[in-house]
């Protein structure tokens, strides 16, 4: 979800990066070498960075088909699992298929702008 005071969301928190960067902000704070109030200053700018990294320089485009099991609306987000789902690059020969894919789209607006 969308922290209100910086509105930027910590979906890509989950991922390998964000999980290894919060288990190394843990190590850190259980050693008393940072305060948690400076982990949650670093947890923020990481989603602020990871955001607007992926929206100002990937330019690739992929399409994708599949089958939709099951879609949600909650919260102003989004979550659609899909099956026997393939993947193509845009100007890309090469198909990537998974047998099973979620997909988590959240409102490009901020809480400031709507």
Request: one cysteine or more; glycine letters at 4%.
């Amino acid at each position: 979800m969308a922290n209100n005071a910086t509105n930027f969301y910590d979906l890509y928190r989950h991922g390998s990066l964000g999980v290894t960067l919060t288990d190394a902000l843990d190590d850190l704070i259980s050693a008393e070498r940072i305060d948690p109030q400076l982990a949650i200053k670093i947890l923020t700018q990481f989603d602020r960075i990871v955001a607007e990294s992926l929206q100002e320089k990937v330019k690739s485009r992929l399409t994708f088909k599949g089958s939709l099991d099951t879609y949600r609306f909650c919260d102003e987000v989004w979550t659609f699992l899909i099956k026997n789902v393939t993947f193509k690059m845009e100007n890309n020969s090469v198909s990537v298929t998974a047998d099973k894919v979620k997909i988590v789209a959240c409102s490009a607006k901020r809480g400031d702008e709507k």
